[in-house]
DNA sequence: ATGTCTTTGTGAACGCGTGCACAAAGATGG
DNA sequence: CCATCTTTGTGCACGCGTTCACAAAGACAT
C-alpha cells in the first residue's frame, strides 16, 4: 500500500475515518461497473464482494456518508455513485501537474484512468531541455523554469513528483511555494513538506519488499531450519560472533550475486523510476 | 499506502506486526544512506527523522527485531543494515517476472532499484506478439505462451502485474497456478487469489482520488459553504434532481485524447497503465 | 570505582478500525 | 392490513497500533 501520509491527528476530516476514504475509491470503481451494465441496485454483500472487502465493514463506511440504502433492498447504483463522487470531491475538476517525464511519468501521463475521474493533466514538466517541446500523451513538456507560472496559471492544486530521488525534495519546494497543497510522490524519499500539505507516497521498491519478507515466511514455514541461520529464534541472543560475522559480510548482501555490474557505489541509488 | 494485502488474520507473522514489517524498507533506505556515508551509529532519534516516523515507534519496531542497539550510543548502522535485510529476505535473490509490458511495464523493468536490492528482473511477459523479441531495458520481452516454462525455469515465486485492468485476474491465475505465491498488482482490479497467496495493489487512480477528498476538505474549510452543494450537511438529502443532473457530467473524458486506441468500448478502461 | 549523562527497550494507556450479531425498516405477498 | 422475509444500519467488544513516559543499561569522565 502506497503508504505515507504527513501529519495530520487521523480522524479529523469531519467525522469520515481516514480508513473510509481510503475505501471509498474501491466502491467508486466497482459501482461504476455496476452503473455500466446498468445495473439499477446491489446489496451489500453483492458490493461487496465487488470491491473485495466485508460487507459490514461496507455498510458501516457508507453509514457515515449518511443513510442511502434501502432496507430489503440495497443500494441504488446511480445515486450511490453521485454520493461517493461528490464526497471524493470528483465532482469538480481537478488540474494535476507531473514533474519528471522519465519512464514513469510517461507512463502517467498515459494512463487513460486519470482524465476518466475529474482529473485533467494539466501540464508535464521536466528539467531536461531535450524533452521540452516534445509532447508526451499529446501534451507538450515544458520546462521546469515554467513551473511557477504553470502552476498558478492553472490553478493547480494537485502536483505528481515522478522525478530521481535527489530531485524530489527540491521540486517539492517549490510546487509547495507555487501553491500546490496536495502531492502524489513517486520518488523514493522522504518528503518534508509544512503543514497544511498532504503527501501520499507510492513506493514500489517498498511493495516488493514487503512481499519478499512474507515470500520468505511462507519458504521458512513449509521447509523449517533451511533459513540461512536459525532465524525462527529472533527473540534468542545472536551473540556477538553473529554481530561480529555479520559486520564484515554486510554490506550489499547483492555484492557476491554480482549478477549485473548494476550502479557503481550508490546503492541506493534513486534511479530513473522510483515507485 | 499502496494498499491491499488478501486474507490472513494480519499479525501472524511470527511475531512482527505487519505495520512493523511495512516500514522496515522505509529504515533499510535510510540506514544505506547513512552507510554510504561512512556514518558508524545513530540514534533512533536520528534515524526516525530521516525516515519520516516518531522515535519511539521506531524503536518498539526495532525492539522486535531483537536489541540490537547499545543505550546511550544508538544503533550500529552496518550490523541494524544486515539484520533489516535479512529479516525482509533481502539477503537471497528473488527473481521476478513483469507481466504486461506496456508503459508502465516497461518503466518497471527500467527501474533501478529492482537490481539494488536482492530482486532481479528474471523475465518480461506481454501478449503482443509485436513486443515479442523486442528487448526492454536490455531484457528480451517474451510472449505470454512461455509464462508457465519461464516461471519454472527460473524458480520465480514473486510476480508483477502491469496489464490492463481486464486481463489481469486471467494473468493472475496462470500465475499462480504456475507457482507464484506473491503477486504486485499495478491493474485497477480486484484480484482474487487462492489462500496462501499474497496480493499487494498499488493503484495510482486511488491515491489521487484520496488526494482530491482532503484538498476539498481544505477548500471548503477555508471558504465554507462554497462547496458546489451545501456539502457539509452531507446527512440531509440532496434529491433526486442533483442524481440526474451528476448523470451526464460525470463520465468518462479519457475519450477525447486519445492517444492511443487503447481498448474500444469498455468504459472503466483499464487503459495501459493502471496503478 | 563511582557518578553522571545519554539513549535504549518496554509497560501501560489510549484510540482507531474491524467484525459480529441483531434490532429496526421497509418491501413484498396474501 | 397483516405476516413474512430481506437487507440495512449500528451498538458493542475485541485487537492492533501508536504514543507516552520511565526504568534499566551502558558509555564516559573523573
Redesign the interface.
Known amino acids: 500500500?502506497?503508504?505515507?501520509r504527513?501529519h495530520r491527528p487521523a480522524t479529523r476530516?469531519?467525522g469520515i475515518p481516514e480508513a473510509t476514504?481510503?475505501r471509498?475509491?474501491?466502491y467508486?470503481?466497482?459501482l461504476?461497473?455496476l452503473s455500466?451494465r446498468s445495473v439499477p441496485t446491489v446489496s451489500s454483500e453483492e458490493l461487496a464482494a465487488?470491491?473485495?472487502v466485508n460487507s459490514a465493514k461496507l455498510r458501516k463506511d457508507f453509514s457515515y456518508?449518511?443513510s442511502y440504502g434501502t432496507r430489503g433492498v440495497g443500494y441504488d447504483v446511480?445515486?450511490l455513485?453521485?454520493?461517493i463522487?461528490?464526497?471524493?470531491?470528483?465532482?469538480?475538476d481537478?488540474p494535476?501537474v507531473i514533474v519528471g517525464i522519465?519512464?514513469?511519468g510517461?507512463?502517467?501521463a498515459?494512463?487513460?484512468?486519470?482524465?476518466?475521474?475529474?482529473?485533467?493533466v494539466a501540464a508535464l514538466i521536466d528539467a531536461d531541455p531535450a524533452l521540452t517541446g516534445r509532447t508526451v500523451?499529446?501534451i507538450a513538456v515544458q520546462h521546469t523554469d515554467e513551473l511557477e507560472k504553470i502552476i498558478d496559471d492553472n490553478g493547480v492544486?494537485?502536483g505528481v513528483i515522478a522525478t530521481p530521488a535527489g530531485a524530489a525534495q527540491q521540486v517539492c519546494e517549490r510546487l509547495v511555494a507555487a501553491g500546490v497543497?496536495?502531492?502524489?510522490n513517486f520518488a523514493?524519499t522522504?518528503l518534508?513538506v509544512p503543514d497544511?500539505v498532504?503527501v501520499?507516497?507510492?513506493?514500489?521498491?517498498?511493495?516488493?519488499?514487503?512481499?519478499?519478507?512474507?515470500?520468505?515466511?511462507?519458504a521458512s514455514e513449509e521447509n523449517p531450519g533451511a533459513g540461512?541461520d536459525g532465524?525462527?529464534p529472533?527473540?534468542e541472543e545472536?551473540p556477538v560472533v553473529a554481530?561480529r560475522a555479520?559486520?564484515n559480510?554486510?554490506?550489499a548482501?547483492?555484492a557476491e550475486?554480482s549478477?549485473?555490474p548494476?550502479?557503481g557505489?550508490?546503492?541506493?541509488?534513486?534511479?530513473?523510476?522510483?515507485?
Open positions: 500500500m502506497a503508504t505515507g504527513t476530516s469531519r476514504v481510503a471509498l475509491p474501491l467508486l470503481r466497482a461504476t461497473a455500466e465487488a470491491a473485495g456518508l449518511g446511480e445515486y455513485v453521485y454520493q463522487s461528490r464526497e471524493l470531491g470528483l465532482t469538480q481537478w494535476v522519465g519512464n514513469l510517461a507512463a502517467l498515459n494512463y487513460g484512468g486519470f482524465a476518466s475521474r475529474g482529473f485533467r500523451a499529446g492544486s494537485i497543497t496536495s502531492i502524489l523514493p522522504v518534508s497544511g498532504d501520499r507516497k507510492v513506493d514500489l521498491s517498498i511493495e516488493l519488499q514487503i512481499l519478499a519478507f512474507h515470500e520468505q515466511r511462507k540461512i532465524s525462527l529472533a527473540a545472536p554481530k555479520a559486520r559480510q554486510t554490506p548482501a547483492g550475486r549478477a549485473s548494476d550502479q557505489p550508490d546503492g541506493d541509488v534513486p534511479a530513473v523510476m522510483p515507485a
